[in-house]
């Protein structure tokens, strides 16, 4: 057992499943320069030492090199592909969206693309363009799979999944909680380390995750917001509410069991989600709950979301756009009575 | 007046070689003939785009590859699965949207393919198969295999983003890919000389330091020529190539287009140098008979494919559903 961030346990995980199965691979931009980043947050740092020819830095080619490693995928290898934000996803979406996701089903299932790719998201200082939470782009896509792990544990875990699934797996990361040291470290980073058990295991694609048990209103929230819906709940049991806190973790599928057994006992949902409200995953949980469990609701459903605005650069603002702890309680007492 | 092939070039080849080609590229005509036939009848769904006039690309490229080379096409696919091997059975039920299909009528038309013969489904975004194609020569670089990816795209593609960023890839990775442009001079109906200031769609190679040629791609012995040298060069590690094949739609872009930007003067040089005519014009003299017999053989062919797709079973409504996910997570 060791502590580890998320960007250590990611980059072990890589590591874990390179050794494993020599069709595993990494392709990315600065991924494995010596004496470089070890990509834009740390995760592949040093791999390239272990594995000279099994680590590719690309050209700033989103679109290309996620078009290649989607046609490795389709020759039997296994390739791990990053964007060093996740925003740059949108130049690479053809090919995610139209062959990655697509190639099994026009093949009539004679093909599998087993591809992973990687993503980071959030809020983190950079204004507009490197700041997005891109989530709620790919979870109606069918044939992609998407998951968003909180902590190291849930990062390597699911990676590994990944890594090992036959369907094309999108990670995403957030940038607050990888735990990147050195000049790539983050300011306002939030822990999100775990501890890592020194054996191989795996977490499941598509199931939830409760992270802390209540009976008074369930809390659904992914990557950072998990975190500060944990610091909701433990200032609301000061006060006598007891907050379910689920990490959806896996956004496409959505694990709707989880979800309907806690709603069904606690009978409130809020949902807290770090992206402007409109068209957001908030949107899918929330028409999901009415489907799966509305009858079990005593009160609507509450979304806790960005503004409607791009994602600003002030300091002031940025905190502003990022829901917290505080706007969770509030909304969270507003349906507790 | 039809002009033929030279005489002191068809000489070069085993008259087996030189009817074969000529079967396999009348296999493509017929074929797309039947297709359009079927399509404006109302007998098929959805919409095509045909091949017509440009079939001595697609025989020329696949004559010159071997069994377990790879091919990846567009949204005018059906000239390059036949070539590539797939039946005309296998297609014909597929464009019908029969549940037996090559895709289990989940591809249609713009997605044919059968991965078991080399031929990745269709992609029918201009331009998406380039980066695939540099990936999946990745992973037979990595494989250490002696596979070669033959990227099919029309002139329009060189024009995308994906064109430079896939070529790109494969220069700097000395992948083994050849890159087939097929310029039949138009991308739908917009002329290739509106779009693009480069005379020569090869002299781009140059741009990411690659070899590249153009070739007539009517003239079918220069096209196998032409992809042979490439393909031993991607097989040598010298790759990836660009070629340049220039050719001629003989149809519509896609359905019921008459093709009216089109100039009469360009279409009737065209339409002279067709490919199936310039090598029957070559082997007729000596081979009247046997070009005759292919001929009435391939009919048949496509008559069987016909009917034989018109009584596939449909797909069952459950079908709508699979081929979505794998089942389960490989340990």
Redesign the interface.
């Known amino acids: 057992m060791k502590r580890q961030s998320i960007a250590e346990a990611l980059r072990d995980a890589i590591t874990e499943e390179m050794e494993r199965d020599e069709k595993v691979?990494c392709m990315g931009e600065d991924i494995g320069v010596p004496g470089g980043f070890g990509g834009a947050f740390t995760v592949t740092l040093g791999l390239e030492q272990k594995f000279p020819?099994?680590v590719?830095d690309?050209?700033i080619?989103e679109?290309?090199?996620?078009?290649?490693?989607?046609?490795?995928?389709?020759?039997?290898?296994r390739?791990i592909a990053d964007v060093q934000y996740s925003d740059f996803l949108f130049l690479a979406m053809?090919?995610i969206v139209?062959?990655a996701a697509k190639?099994?089903?026009?093949?009539?299932?004679?093909?599998?693309v087993?591809v992973v790719f990687r993503a980071p998201v959030g809020a983190t200082g950079r204004g507009s363009q490197h700041a997005q939470n891109m989530e709620r782009y790919f979870i109606g896509v069918?044939?992609l799979?998407v998951v968003a792990p909180s902590n190291a544990y849930d990062a390597k875990g699911l990676l590994k999944?990944a890594v090992?699934?036959?369907?094309p797996v999108l990670i995403f990361e957030h940038k607050l909680l990888y735990g990147s040291k050195g000049a790539r470290a983050e300011s306002g980073a939030i822990d999100g380390s775990s501890d890592i058990p020194d054996e191989d295991y795996t977490v499941?694609?598509g199931k939830a995750n409760v992270l802390r048990s209540g009976q008074h209103v369930t809390i659904l929230a992914w990557l950072l917001m998990a975190h500060e819906a944990l610091n909701a709940a433990r200032a609301l049991a000061e006060q006598g509410i007891e907050v379910e806190v689920i990490d959806v973790r896996s956004l496409s599928p959505i694990d709707w069991t989880t979800i309907a057994e806690s709603v069904s006992k606690t009978g409130l949902a809020v949902i807290v989600e770090e992206g402007p409200k409109t068209g957001g995953v908030g949107a899918e949980l929330s028409a999901g709950l009415m489907e799966h469990c509305g009858e079990s609701l005593t009160a609507p459903v509450v979304r806790v979301a960005s503004a409607d605005v791009p994602v600003p650069f002030a300091p002031v603002l940025e905190n502003a756009y990022r829901p917290d702890a505080a706007r969770i309680v509030q909304a969270i007492r507003s349906v507790v009575v | 007046m039809t002009m033929k092939l030279a005489e002191s070039s068809v000489a070069q080849y085993p008259v087996e070689f030189l009817l074969n080609a000529y079967e396999r590229m009348q296999l493509i005509r017929q074929f797309e003939e039947r297709v359009k036939l079927l399509f404006l009848e109302g007998a098929m769904p959805g919409t095509i785009h045909q091949s017509q006039g440009q079939e001595g690309c697609a025989v020329g490229v696949c004559m010159a590859l071997e069994a377990d080379d790879?091919l990846t096409s567009t949204h005018r696919p059906h000239g390059h699965a036949l070539a590539k091997g797939l039946t005309p059975d296998e297609m014909m039920i597929e464009l019908f949207g029969k549940g037996t299909?090559?895709?289990?009528?989940?591809?249609g038309s713009m997605?044919i393919?059968?991965?078991?013969k080399g031929m990745?489904?269709a992609?029918a975004?201009v331009g998406?198969g380039?980066?695939?194609?540099?990936?999946?020569?990745?992973?037979?670089k990595?494989?250490k295999g002696s596979q070669v990816v033959a990227c099919f795209f029309g002139e329009g593609a060189t024009n995308e983003?994906?064109f430079?960023?896939?070529v790109?890839?494969a220069s700097?990775?000395s992948l083994p890919v050849v890159f087939v442009c097929e310029n039949n001079l138009y991308g739908a109906s917009t002329s290739i000389d509106k779009v693009s200031k480069v005379k020569r769609v090869s002299d781009r190679a140059a741009a990411y330091s690659i070899r590249g040629e153009t070739v007539d791609g009517n003239d079918i012995l220069a096209v196998y020529e032409a992809t042979k040298r490439a393909a031993d060069e991607c097989r040598r590690g010298e790759g990836p190539v660009l070629l340049e094949l220039l050719t001629y739609r003989r149809t519509g872009h896609s359905r019921r287009d008459p093709c009216h930007y089109q100039p009469k003067d360009e279409q009737e040089y065209w339409f002279s140098r067709d490919p199936i005519a310039m090598l029957r014009g070559a082997l007729v003299d000596e081979l009247e008979s046997e070009l005759d017999a292919i001929d009435m053989r391939v009919d048949r062919v496509i008559e069987s494919a016909v009917e034989t797709a018109k009584l596939a079973p449909e797909p069952t409504i459950d079908d709508l559903t699979?081929?979505?996910?794998?089942s389960e997570?490989?340990?």
């Open positions: 691979f020819d099994r590719l690309t050209p080619s679109l290309g090199f996620f078009g290649a490693a989607v046609g490795a995928a389709i020759m039997g290898m390739p053809d090919q139209n062959n190639l099994r089903y026009m093949s009539g299932g004679t093909l599998s087993p069918p044939g799979r999944s090992r699934s036959d369907d499941p694609l | 790879l299909g090559c895709c289990k009528g989940k591809g997605h393919g059968n991965i078991d990745v489904p992609i975004i998406g380039i980066p695939l194609a540099a990936g999946m020569a990745l992973a037979i990595m494989q983003g994906a430079h960023e896939g790109n890839l700097i990775w699979t081929d979505v996910y794998a997570i490989a340990s």
